[in-house]
């Protein structure tokens, strides 16, 4: 382990500081110095996309990214989708279609498909499953994530194709 700094970032809006090793993990940091437990520990390789935030609004993989490169850095997590108690369209389309079986991969695939609607609002089938392609789902629900992320365009005023 380094030596111990103090880093500062966004995250979910609100100003964080953080005393660590600047070497460790993002996901480590966001789950245990901040609480913030909707991030998760899939893989650890990069690969299933269950540890998605958005980094300056792009999807990255916290369990891949060191605390060090997100200083000064605005940072969103799953639990900072919502408004007060106002879903995020991705999350309430999420609900509504029921794309979640175990519910292990769901807040990266909500981040993921937040990522994706963000720079393609009415995307069609062929580019949700492109855009949502570094997300596993393990329980094999990802037809409805699918239908989801369709239906969140919809909610969102996007209308997938």
Same mark, same amino acid.
Request: with cysteine; aromatic share 4%.
């Given at each position: 382990?380094?030596?111990?700094?103090?880093?500062?970032?966004?995250?979910?809006?609100?100003?964080? /500081?953080?005393?660590?090793?600047?070497?460790?993990?993002?996901?480590?940091?966001?789950?245990?110095?901040?609480? &913030?437990?909707?991030?998760?520990?899939?893989?650890?390789?990069?690969?299933?996309?269950?540890?998605?935030? &958005?980094?300056?609004?792009?999807?990255?993989?916290?369990?891949?990214?060191?605390?060090?490169?997100?200083?000064?850095? /605005?940072?969103?997590?799953?639990?900072?989708?919502?408004?007060?108690?106002? &879903?995020?369209?991705?999350?309430?389309?999420?609900?509504?279609?029921?794309?979640?079986?175990?519910?292990?991969?769901?807040?990266?695939?909500?981040?993921?498909?937040?990522? &994706?609607?963000?720079?393609?609002?009415?995307?069609?089938?062929?580019?949700?499953?492109?855009?949502?392609?570094?997300?596993?789902?393990?329980?094999?629900?990802?037809?409805?994530?699918?239908?989801?992320?369709?239906?969140?365009?919809?909610?969102?005023?996007?209308?997938?194709?």
């Amino acid at each position: 382990m380094g030596a111990e700094a103090t880093l500062r970032f966004t995250v979910d809006g609100r100003e964080r /500081s953080v005393a660590t090793d600047p070497d460790r993990t993002l996901l480590d940091v966001l789950r245990e110095d901040l609480g &913030l437990r909707g991030t998760k520990y899939g893989c650890g390789e990069g690969q299933c996309g269950a540890c998605s935030v &958005l980094v300056d609004g792009r999807r990255m993989n916290a369990c891949r990214t060191t605390v060090a490169k997100v200083e000064g850095r /605005s940072i969103v997590t799953v639990e900072g989708l919502a408004k007060g108690e106002e &879903l995020h369209p991705v999350q309430r389309a999420f609900l509504e279609i029921g794309a979640y079986q175990c519910g292990f991969c769901t807040a990266g695939m909500i981040v993921a498909a937040v990522a &994706l609607l963000d720079v393609n609002p009415a995307p069609s089938d062929e580019e949700i499953v492109a855009g949502m392609d570094r997300n596993l789902c393990r329980c094999c629900s990802h037809p409805k994530i699918v239908k989801a992320v369709r239906r969140a365009a919809e909610l969102a005023g996007g209308g997938a194709r």
